[in-house]
């Protein structure tokens, strides 16, 4: 009796309200949720909504799914039954409703439905789904005494849960394995109920019969977003509550017919979603209406070209989320830079210089398809096709894929980034493949991120990204729900179920990853030289303790790992596990510094990179040269290298006929290349005298104090000390009479902090002048300065000596410069190394013209020319992206700078060396 009478303070009697509503959905079987209409029979619009629960009686309540928050509930007996026996009874029929009270501390409201004239509060009670609840007054009303007759009936005949049988119909919660289930029901036609529309393109079924529920997003479409309860701030985005009443409307707790599509990274399933009564597919109906945009990966294969043409008419003809108009196609005309006004003839400015597409550098956006060969693996997910069709490159990055990193120089690779690298380069590198591009992250100005490709790259028929992920080499890529992706993601997310099922590379133990150690040898100490952090720099001197070695191998296997120039090259050698430097003896290519004017030294270069990059060679090791390099001869595919690039015009003989042992070969291949005129002798003239311009000067670099100079040493990317031209014979007369004093036979004695001495060069043993920078309190070891070659080191007690006195000494040969108005990575720092070495390789042992700009104490910040190609050594290091420009505002400069920016604009849209991976502020993602 108290419990009748706190219920009756609770509901309260209220006017007796009535009305016409669609059945939107069952909550359970009790409980409807309708759309209002008005007076017409026409859904209100924006949708009104009204939830009623039937009076008088009680069905079994619905349990709910585990969230990350919540733990599951499940279903009380025979609940999903008996919102099962109403959902098919109502559902989208309309329907009539009295609302008799209301209860005032929820809101809810209870009332009598009527379908066709008949209540449906007694038809789900004569079912057996729904008890009647005990009465609120001593005499019951005539219609509850209805209920309590049809209930007794029921119970007679033991219907629905009066049958009793609790535990064979309680529906329970099971968490879902994905992945299992997406490969036990993958290409199978399912049957489904849609039990919630989230926003148009989210929804979360129960399959049928099995009653699991999962949560799907629409294969092929994705909807403007309906924010989730509860977040902060997040608005609905434009027409997402228009799409989410067209999946609503039409598909809320209807029966559907479900196919899979796809499986993401978060174990998320993708389908196509058809009502089953109409056979209209969910995607077709929000993209044709503009509610919705086109995903090709997700999207069924055979539904592809009716969903895109159904966004383009969608587009033409501006629908909801189309409707913003962009530009004009005469102002799109007008923004482009073809429609820039054209020079007049009158037009005095020089002609660009025409650039063959195969020594372009790589471009960043490749076309949507086409056919290439593999030139380079930059690391096992980015690689560098050259077009068949015109030879241009293109830097490709794999769609969906995340691989393991190659760590900096002295730094560790991440687990199997080797075994990535490595199974792409035997596999790619020289074959021919089909290049897709499946989407591209745009330049952001204000994250200094440059454009990217993202491609799928095929081997025969073979996606070489799904290669990558069975080995266990790669991961699959976690995309935001809304992120372009790969077509071919579903594939990859299979591939990586089978490896991390094997456990196989990254998908194992971090312990079971191989461990590689190799000795670089390429890294060469020289005066003044310093070495990255976990780089140790090698003696001269001990290199040649390795040539032994290397010379009883005979013919050893290498693997090309870099093209310094048409003749030299940094080789992997796997029996050794040693990186070492090589020139092929006897030969001489044009030097490589930038775009040169030297005949095809670019050309030189590009050929021996499309020979012979990351290919695997055979060398004979016969000598080692003084800059650490070592000296014989070469075989790619059974061919000697040297004739191969002598035929071809790409480098010419440098030696006696009797100095080599191919030197008859080597005659007559260069021989052919000039009767043919090939190459770099295409316009060759043995009588020619090549003319130098003794003033170097560079047009734009501003005059102050010029010297031709020679470069003694290089210490890093961007320091060096230099020798004027004029001094070198005193220098070599200096050299002469030091080597006359027989030092080592001088006894050691004082030498203090500030003198001038004589020190032994730990990297050739040769006696030189220094200056002693600092004495240790035991004076077993001084710090010292080459005075004559540049450079510095500490070396003991023992390989130092008093100069003797009388010794004439003349003031420092070696002046220490510094690249002006540029800013070259330290040798520490990523590109260091290759600044230094390219550097070295540009301007070491050549005759140059300094100019100095500015002066910090004994240091001259110069512009530097070389005397041969007239360019500018500052520039060329711009534009190899092997340093960046230092803004000036002086007016005399201006020229200077604006060449410059020019230069390093080049380099980044070329994505060279330091904006390789984007913008070199940049993090990759």
């Known amino acids: 009796m108290a419990q009748s009478q706190k219920r009756s303070t609770q509901q309260q009697a209220a006017p007796k309200e009535t009305g016409h509503g669609i059945v939107k959905s069952v909550n359970s079987g009790d409980t409807i949720v309708l759309f209002q209409l008005n007076r017409n029979g026409q859904v209100i619009i924006p949708p009104c909504e009204r939830e009623i629960t039937l009076t008088s009686i009680q069905a079994p309540r619905m349990g709910r799914p585990a969230t990350k928050s919540r733990e599951a509930v499940h279903d009380e007996p025979y609940a999903w039954e008996s919102r099962e026996f109403l959902r098919r009874l109502v559902v989208g029929k309309i329907v009539s409703y009295t609302v008799e009270s209301k209860n005032p501390n929820t809101g809810r409201e209870y009332g009598q439905v009527q379908l066709g004239g008949e209540s449906v509060n007694s038809a789900i009670v004569a079912a057996g789904f729904a008890r009647v609840k005990s009465g609120n007054s001593a005499e019951p009303r005539k219609s509850d005494v209805e209920l309590i007759e049809l209930q007794n009936a029921a119970e007679a005949e033991k219907k629905g849960l009066w049958e009793k049988d609790d535990a064979a119909h309680v529906r329970t919660f099971e968490p879902v394995d994905s992945y299992e289930l997406y490969t036990r029901l993958r290409g199978k036609l399912q049957t489904a109920v849609v039990e ?471 005659v007559q291949a260069e021989e052919s290349a000039k009767a043919r005129r090939l190459g770099m002798w295409e316009n060759w003239d043995p009588n020619a005298v090549p003319a130098v311009d003794e003033t170097g000067k560079e047009e734009g670099a501003p005059s102050k104090e010029f010297y031709t100079v020679k470069i003694v040493e290089v210490c890093n990317g961007s320091r060096f000390y230099a020798t004027k031209v004029d001094d070198l014979p005193g220098l070599e007369s200096l050299m002469k009479r030091i080597e006359d004093l027989n030092p080592d036979a001088i006894n050691p004695g004082a030498v203090s902090s500030g003198s001038i001495a004589l020190g032994k060069f730990t990297a050739d043993n040769a006696w030189y002048r220094v200056k002693v920078l600092k004495v240790n309190r035991e004076k077993t070891s001084y710090e010292v300065a080459y005075i004559d070659y540049g450079g510095s080191e500490t070396i003991p007690s023992s390989r130092i000596r008093p100069l003797p006195i009388g010794f004439p000494s003349p003031p420092a040969m070696a002046k220490e410069c510094v690249l002006a108005y540029v800013k070259v990575p330290e040798l520490s720092e990523d590109f260091g190394v290759e600044a230094a070495e390219f550097l070295r390789d540009t301007i070491m042992d050549n005759t140059m013209v300094v100019n100095i700009e500015y002066r910090e104490g004994d240091k001259s910040f110069v512009t530097l020319v070389d005397v041969d190609t007239k360019r500018l050594i500052n520039t060329l290091m711009v534009e190899q992206g092997l340093a960046t420009v230092v803004q000036q505002r002086k007016k005399h400069l201006a020229p200077l700078i604006e060449k410059m920016n020019e230069a390093q604009e080049k380099a980044r849209s070329g994505r060279m060396n330091l904006w390789q991976y984007g913008d070199i502020l940049e993090d990759d993602e």
């Open 196 to 666: 919630q529309v989230r926003s148009a393109s989210l929804l979360r079924v129960s399959f049928l019969p099995s009653k699991q529920v999962v949560s799907l997003q629409l294969g092929g479409a994705i909807a403007p977003r309906t924010p989730f309860p509860g977040e902060d701030n997040s608005e609905p985005e434009p027409f997402a509550a228009e799409a989410k009443f067209l999946a609503e409307r039409n598909l809320l707790q209807r029966d559907v017919h479900i196919l899979f599509t796809g499986v993401d990274k978060q174990q998320n399933f993708f389908g196509k979603v058809v009502d089953s009564a109409s056979g209209r597919s969910l995607a077709n109906e929000l993209i044709s209406q503009g509610l919705a945009q086109y995903v090709e990966w997700s999207a069924p294969t055979e539904d592809r070209e009716t969903l895109l043409s159904l966004q383009n008419a969608a587009k033409e003809k501006g629908l909801r989320i189309w409707s913003k108009k962009g530009p004009s196609a005469a102002e799109v005309a007008a923004s482009k830079p073809e429609a820039a006004a054209a020079p007049t003839p009158a037009s005095t400015a020089a002609p660009a210089k025409v650039v063959a597409p195969a020594l372009m550098p790589p471009a960043a956006t490749p076309p949507a398809e086409f056919v290439g060969r593999v030139r380079e693996v930059k690391s096992g997910g980015d690689l560098i096709v050259a077009d068949t069709a015109d030879r241009r490159k293109y830097f490709v990055s794999l769609a969906s894929v995340q691989v393991p990193r190659t760590g900096p120089p002295g730094k560790d690779d991440e687990p199997w980034a080797f075994e990535a690298r490595e199974f792409m380069r035997s596999k790619l590198v020289g074959k021919k493949v089909r290049v897709t591009l499946d989407y591209t992250r745009p330049a952001n100005k204000e994250r200094n991120l440059t454009e990217k490709a993202f491609c799928s790259v095929f081997l025969d028929k073979s996606n070489i990204a799904s290669m990558l992920i069975e080995k266990g080499l790669a991961k699959v890529m976690g995309h935001r729900g809304d992120d372009p992706r790969s077509p071919h993601y579903e594939a990859l997310v299979m591939c990586e179920m089978k490896a991390k099922k094997k456990r196989k590379g990254v998908f194992g133990d971090a312990d079971a990853a191989p461990k590689h150690h190799v000795n670089d040898l390429t890294n060469v100490a020289g005066p003044g030289r310093t070495a990255p952090e976990g780089v140790k720099l090698v003696d001269v001197g001990k290199l040649k303790n390795h040539l032994p070695f290397l010379q009883r191998g005979g013919k050893l296997e290498a693997l090309v790992e870099y093209v310094f120039s048409g003749t030299r090259f940094k080789l992997f050698i796997p029996r050794e596990s040693c990186l070492i430097n090589f020139s092929v003896a006897g030969l001489k290519a044009p030097a490589k510094r930038g775009n040169l004017d030297e005949p095809f030294a670019e050309e030189s270069v590009e050929f021996a990179r499309e020979l012979l990059l990351q290919q695997t060679v055979e060398i004979e090791v016969e000598n080692i040269d003084k800059g650490g390099n070592f000296l014989g001869n070469m075989w790619c595919n059974r061919k000697n290298v040297g004739i191969s690039m002598l035929e071809e015009g790409c480098c010419s003989v440098n030696f006696g006929p009797r100095k080599h042992l191919y030197a008859h070969e080597y």
